[in-house]
């Protein structure tokens, strides 16, 4: 029969913790007797899509396709589809890139369609929301110029001449806002800086939000601001000066001003810029926990290999745990970037006595900004780092103790609200807070959730400052009353998490165990532009601004090699990244997983520069318990041989499927390798090899996830590449999908329409179906903590003899769920396949049995299944 393809919504920014005490084997929980706090599945927990794509099969145009084929399809479908009484509402059509279509549809109804002749696949249309993470720089500007210095980006232009020049760089975003004057000064078509693009959607297109439809129109301009970021990063020329300054930037915009997208959007955005003649694309979307197969991660897959290539977002859920990274990032043939913070910081700074040192600062969120002009007492409220709950209500400043001064006051015990309320309570005219450990410092002073109705915000500045500063202040104190001047002046300085992975970068691999991400990028706080009318210019977060760094190294590849070929653009990049030191303690002289930053951080220069290279670039070994051995081969395109020392430089393990980094990594248990040669030389214009055999630690747990990197460093040289690897040690089909939440899922449900998006309500054992609407048929709703290979479910008649009536659905490629509470419905009304013949099953007593096929698993083998039978219910049509 055929099969449905499931994907789910973005991950939301909620914690998760990592899971353990997983049961080997099949899982089974019968007749929904899991526990049930609540019975209703809310609009926020649904993750059940409107909207479907229907793939058919044949190949598209830019993979082999016939045209004539591909339009006589979709004719045969729909015709097909009204034969069988399939209502549906078409939204777009695809060839060039996919084959298929979007299409609105009742839930009821889409098993009908998979079972059309030519059908290859039906898939979900899950909104995206933009990946960035909110501007978290408390007013400093990470300089754009010190991220490109991580790069190469800075040699590669002003020693190699490169600039991007003449090469077309598409930003599938928000749009561009061409009137900056770093990016077009009001120009927009032939002879500008943004000579292409289309508006796909308008400003008031929301996804999922009623009645905010999209409107299509030629002018690509950008209001919601994250395009024009993104834009700044990969080609600005003026203030800001991005990776590429010359390139010729293409708008396709797939946001409104605000809110979400849908994928079918962005194929759209892709075939468009494919026409154009993009040389690289850039799409700074994505949703989290996918797999490779979903479409816009196989669109984006055949743009690459059209000789478009993709750079793409890795996806903002670093706090999720492995095998998050989005679609289309996580496609075969995608780069996928990982984050790493900025090297420096320029922030605002006061000064001091007694001799005016300036000490930088991040403004606090929720408060009013500090002044640049004024003098005033600068007094702690405890003796510094003597009070763990400083300035807490537990041990608040004295009543008019802090009149017309600033407190200096230590980070921790309470919230930054609660700390600088009673510091104003007493009469502080401004609040500084150092940190209590290493990094800079945010303070978030907004109104806590749950406060008391008419709390007030605290009305005076709160700015954080370092550990090392508030300790460099409490020694000035010691000696002597301190006074603070705030000024207009600005400081740089190294950022203490500077070249380490952002903590909100998403962990691969893929849910195939591919590898993912590909590589790592600057994308920690990156000052761009940014729409006029919001201010020009501005600091945003996330792998969103990764991302196109990527994309505008690419630019400068192609123009320094000619290369348009994906697999040599992307063996060159990971050939010669440099991996990443472990970002929790890198003193320990520990690599970062390899799974997190893939081949390390890109170094366009030597990109650019090399003549030599290593095939394969990168190595996804899979799972095993067992030495892998796996052959490198060295290719030398110079007139002179090329001797190199080869070794093994193993990274961070990680244990778990959620969790945070520091919950997840095991940097005492890495892998090992065994180099079939210590040194290798490479004949010029010649290979060699080299047999690498890679052994996971045998004390690393089950479903642990490994890795490293093979390094070749030129002897007597300062060229040095590498291969990466990634791998997993033991049974991959051990990780559980269908665990319990509080609500005891699976359920069998009915929709409710009341709401939009829909609510299902709980149903037990004696429920009646009448068969007839989206409310009147029996759902299974079900929480998945991990991605799955299927989701199958069977009709069984509920006594007797429990004779089957075939298979009411399944779904491929499932994804887990993005939320921990939520949940994917799925509907049945009330036919089946048997073979290929489609049955309609009598009025009667069934149970719904639901069988999911594990990650990677194989269908014979029963212990990779999970299964759940549903509580008895009644079929029961007029």
Not at 230 to 237: C, D, E, L
Not at 698 to 705: F, K, S
Not at 849 to 870: F, I, Q, R, Y
Request: overall charge negative.
């Amino acid at each position: 029969m055929r099969r449905f393809r499931w994907i789910h919504l973005l991950a939301l920014p909620s914690l998760l913790a990592a899971c353990g005490g997983e049961p080997d084997g099949e899982q089974a929980f019968e007749n929904g007797d899991a526990y049930d706090p609540s019975s209703v599945v809310t609009p926020e927990q649904n993750e059940t899509p409107a909207f479907w794509f229907v793939e058919l099969e044949e190949a598209p145009l830019l993979r082999g396709g016939s045209e004539s084929l591909l339009l006589q399809q979709k004719v045969v479908f729909k015709a097909e589809a009204e034969k069988r009484g399939i209502p549906f509402t078409e939204r777009l059509s695809f060839h060039r890139l996919w084959n298929g279509l979007s299409i609105r549809v009742a839930p009821e109804h889409v098993a009908d369609l998979a079972r059309i002749p030519g059908v290859k696949s039906v898939w979900p249309v899950i909104p995206i929301q933009q990946e960035d993470t909110p501007d978290d720089s408390g007013g400093a500007q990470m300089d754009m110029a010190t991220a490109i210095a991580m790069t190469g980006v800075d040699v590669a232009r002003n020693q190699l001449g490169l600039t991007g020049e003449k090469i077309r760089v598409g930003i599938i975003d928000s749009g561009v806002d061409y009137d900056h004057p770093d990016l077009g000064n009001g120009c927009f078509g032939p002879g500008c800086r943004v000579q292409y693009g289309y508006d796909f959607v308008g400003d008031g297109f929301q996804a999922g939000v009623a009645g905010a439809y999209a409107i299509p129109d030629a002018d690509p301009d950008d209001c919601g601001g994250h395009g024009t970021h993104v834009a700044g990063i990969v080609g600005a020329n003026g203030g800001i000066v991005g990776v590429a300054p010359n390139v010729t930037l293409g708008a396709y915009r797939v946001f409104g001003c605000a809110g979400s997208t849908n994928p079918d959007i962005m194929i759209q955005a892709m075939e468009r810029a494919q026409q154009d003649g993009m040389r690289v694309v850039n799409m700074s979307i994505g949703s989290g926990y996918q797999w490779p197969q979903y479409p816009t991660a196989v669109a984006a897959s055949n743009l690459s290999m059209s000789g478009t290539i993709v750079s793409c977002s890795g996806g903002n859920n670093g706090d999720r745990g492995v095998w998050a990274t989005g679609a289309p990032g996580v496609g075969t043939n995608v780069i996928a970037s990982a984050s790493a913070e900025n090297t420096h910081i320029a922030q605002p700074s006061f000064a001091i006595t007694p001799d005016g040192k300036a000490i930088g600062y991040n403004a606090g969120t929720g408060v009013p900004f500090a002044p640049f002009t004024g003098t005033l007492p600068l007094v702690a409220t405890a003796t510094p780092n003597t009070i763990a709950t400083d300035a807490c209500n537990v041990n608040p400043p004295a009543a008019g103790s802090l009149m017309g001064k600033v407190a200096l006051i230590k980070r921790g015990g309470c919230t930054f609200f609660e700390k600088s309320k009673n510091a104003q309570a007493a009469g502080a005219a401004a609040v500084v807070v150092y940190n209590n450990a290493a990094g800079a410092l945010v303070p978030g002073v907004t109104i806590p959730t749950g406060s008391p109705a008419g709390t007030t915000p605290v009305g005076v500045p709160v700015v954080g400052i370092t550990m090392a500063d508030g300790d460099l202040i409490a020694q000035r104190m010691a000696s002597g009353a301190v006074s603070l001047t705030w000024t207009d002046d600005t400081v740089t300085s190294p950022n203490s998490l500077g070249g380490r992975i952002s903590s909100f970068s998403s962990w691969g691999a893929g849910p195939d165990l591919s590898f993912k991400p590909d590589l790592t990028s600057p994308g920690g706080s990156i000052y761009s532009t940014y729409p006029l009318e919001l201010g020009g210019f501005t600091s945003q977060s996330g792998t969103s601004m990764a991302s196109p760094h990527t994309a505008g190294s690419i630019a400068l590849l192609i123009e320094a090699t000619g290369e348009t070929n994906f697999e040599a653009i992307r063996a060159r990049l990971q050939n010669t990244a440099q991996p990443l030191l472990w970002g929790i303690d890198p003193t320990q002289g520990i690599l970062d997983s390899a799974h997190r930053q893939g081949a390390g951080l890109i170094r366009v220069d030597q990109a650019a520069l090399t003549k030599s290279s290593v095939w394969p670039s990168r190595i996804a070994i899979g799972e095993t318990t067992e030495p892998t051995t796996h052959t490198i081969t060295l290719k030398n395109d110079t007139n002179e041989p090329i001797t190199y020392d080869v070794s093994h430089q193993p990274g961070v393990s990680t244990v778990g499927t959620y969790g945070t980094p520091q919950a997840l990594s095991q940097p005492t248990v890495p892998p090992s390798a065994t180099l079939s040669a210590q040194s290798v030389t490479v004949p010029a214009h010649g290979t060699a090899t080299v047999d690498v055999t890679i052994t996971p630690n045998p004390n690393l747990a089950d479903r642990g996830v490994f890795g490293g990197f093979v390094q070749f460093a030129q002897t007597g040289g300062n060229a040095t590449l590498r291969v990466p690897y990634i791998g997993l040690k033991g049974d991959y089909q051990s990780i559980v999908a269908l665990v319990p939440t509080a609500q005891g899922f699976p359920w069998l449900s009915r929709q409710n329409n009341s709401t939009n998006p829909p609510t299902y309500n709980k149903e037990n054992g004696g429920a009646v179906f009448t068969m007839s609407g989206s409310t009147n048929v029996p759902n299974v709703t079900v929480h998945l903590e991990h991605q799955v290979t299927s989701v199958k479910v069977d009709i069984v008649e509920a006594a007797g003899l429990q004779k089957p009536w075939g298979t009411a659905y399944t779904y491929t490629y499932v994804g887990r769920n993005a939320d921990p509470t939520g949940t994917y419905s799925f509907a049945w009304n009330g036919t089946t396949t048997v073979g290929k013949k489609v049955v309609t099953v009598p009025n009667g007593n069934y149970v719904m049995k639901m069988s999911v096929l594990k990650a990677l698993g194989d269908a014979n083998n029963p212990a990779h299944w999970e299964t759940w039978t549903s509580p008895s219910f009644k079929v029961e049509r007029p």
